[in-house]
């Protein structure tokens, strides 16, 4: 299963090629499946092949005894190498987990947080332009499962085995699946975009009376993209298809629906009210410093980079498992993310200048979930209203 795992991300995500180069960023106790990848890599006749390890371990020793200066100039959280690595057009696989740092100082993560992500400037610009080959995927660890688990035996394993059937590795030919059902997205991606609503309305009984404009030309996109004409897929699973707000036309007050984990520090029970486009008050009943964090990242971090609708009838939701992990749990539900969006969201006949007048640029990206079960999505385009979703699901 890992083999065919490691299939999967190599062949169906990354599509990598022969010699070109590969950054693995991964958890350190993932070595066993690293290991497997990059055999798998070799005999592909990859020749250039860098392992980004992170140990958990030490990054909690690390923001616990050094200060804020120290952290500051510490190497364990600079990512210079992604930037290396993307002058050579390399393909980037992440791999992640889940992280606990609750009993950290939000000044802290705050400060590892924006060394981690500026120290990449030229990666995060050609990731988010659609020029480079990247793929987020997840591996079990005894941390994530004893959060997931906590009352099981063999909880890694149990953890590997709902990876596997989220990620269809359970089936003969987890590519081949995959490209069917990216070809669904697609199609309703399409739909979408031949729609071209000014408006989007979404309303639930949580309380979220929300209105998002959306920009001219927006692009509806899907998990499957073409990046420098190979077939990728960016998110390892994927539900969703998600476009670029207009950064000015938010309106109303938006509630999570499950927690969201940020740099390992657990945020639920939040609310955030926008006006214009910006967050204009905000609460948590958890995690307060920390989405405070998320909000204050830089001037635009306060604002929306991306909307995506996800149906509650997928895979993961049907699960009824919380993964706190966001890569899992947004595709389980329809979610936002403050901060940066992606490029590919808007049709590119119009200069950067014009597009960046219409859709956000920050240098952070952070997703929350905020769809559920009786979530209703409403379209408006010259006045008049469609159902796009009800019930949480889509108006087939």
Same mark, same amino acid.
């Given at each position: ?14 599509? =990598? ?10 958890? @350190? ?15 592909? !006749?990859?020749?250039? @092949? ?54 950290? =100082? ?54 590997? *085995? ?8 359970? *089936? ?25 609503? *000014? ?7 949580? !309380? ?7 920009? /001219? ?23 969703? @298809? ?11 007050? =938006? ?17 955030? /009210?926008?006006?214009?486009? /910006? ?64 490029? &590919? ?25 905020? !769809? ?12 008049? &209203? ?5 019930? !949480?699901?889509?108006?087939?």
């Amino acid at each position: 299963m890992l083999e065919k795992y490691a299939d999967l991300l190599l062949d169906g995500c990354l599509n =990598v090629k022969k010699n070109q180069p590969l950054l693995i960023s991964c958890p @350190i106790e993932s070595y066993e499946f690293i290991r497997i990848l990059v055999q798998k890599a070799y005999k592909k !006749g990859i020749k250039d @092949i860098y392992i980004d390890y992170s140990d958990e371990e030490i990054k909690q020793l690390q923001l616990k005894y050094l200060t804020e200066e120290e952290l500051k100039k510490s190497p364990y959280w600079n990512k210079e190498i992604f930037d290396q690595y993307a002058k050579k057009d390399a393909a980037f696989l992440m791999l992640g987990s889940y992280e606990e740092r609750n009993d950290i =100082v939000a000044k802290k993560l705050e400060i590892t947080a924006k060394i981690s992500r500026l120290s990449r400037p030229l990666f995060k610009e050609r990731q988010l332009n659609n020029a480079i080959v990247w793929c987020i995927a997840a591996v079990a660890t005894q941390s994530w499962a004893d959060k997931m688990f906590p009352d099981e035996k063999n909880n890694v394993q149990k953890l590997w *085995q709902t990876i596997f059937k989220m990620c269809l590795i359970n *089936q003969d030919d987890p590519v081949s699946s995959w490209q069917k059902k990216i070809k669904q997205t697609k199609t309703r991606a399409e739909l979408m975009n031949r729609k071209q609503y *000014q408006y989007l309305h979404f309303k639930n009984s949580l !309380g979220t009376d929300l209105t998002i404009a959306l920009p /001219k030309n927006h692009l509806w996109a899907s998990g499957g993209t073409i990046v420098n004409g190979i077939n990728v897929i960016e998110n390892m699973p994927t539900e969703e @298809i998600f476009t670029a707000p207009y950064k000015y036309g938010t309106n109303g007050v =938006v509630y999570n629906s499950k927690p969201l984990v940020y740099n390992g520090v657990l945020i639920d029970n939040f609310m955030l /009210k926008f006006k214009d486009g /910006k967050v204009v008050e905000f609460d948590a009943k958890q995690g307060y410093e920390a989405l405070k964090s998320i909000i204050e990242f830089d001037e635009t971090s306060n604002m929306l980079g991306e909307i995506a609708l996800v149906d509650d009838d997928s895979p993961i939701s049907n699960s009824k498992l919380i993964f706190y992990e966001t890569l899992y749990d947004e595709n389980a539900s329809c979610h936002m993310a403050l901060g940066s969006a992606y490029l &590919e969201c808007i049709k590119d006949s119009q200069t950067k200048e014009e597009i960046f007048k219409q859709i956000n640029q920050s240098d952070n990206h952070v997703d929350f979930m905020f !769809g559920t079960k009786d979530l209703e999505v409403v379209g408006i385009k010259d006045g008049i &209203e469609e159902i796009i979703m009800q019930d !949480g699901n889509f108006i087939k």
